[in-house]
């Protein structure tokens, strides 16, 4: 989740939440289904996006997530092209 730029610290209370079932001896399908549980009650629910109706359409992601990748990417591509 921190190499996808989840925030630390959702990261930190998803673990340990895993780490109680993990520690009571649950086998791997319902530590999942726990893990699956507490993101969706951190994160909230999925949803799709609905493109329908009227356009243009414009759409903003906002959370905890994506700001350093930019920056990471930036890094990279400088270094491949010779940069500092």
Known sequence: MLN???NE????????EA???????SNVDIILSN???KMILKLG???CIDLSGKKPHVIF???PTG???NNHDRQDRSKVQGGA
């Open 9 to 16: 610290k959702y990261v930190n209370q998803i673990l340990d």
């Open 19 to 25: 780490e109680k079932v993990t520690n009571s001896g």
């Open 67 to 69: 700001s350093r990748q």
């Open 61 to 63: 992601f906002v959370g």
């Open 4 to 6: 996808n730029d989840v």
């Open 35 to 37: 893990v699956y549980q």
């Open 45 to 47: 629910e999925p949803n």
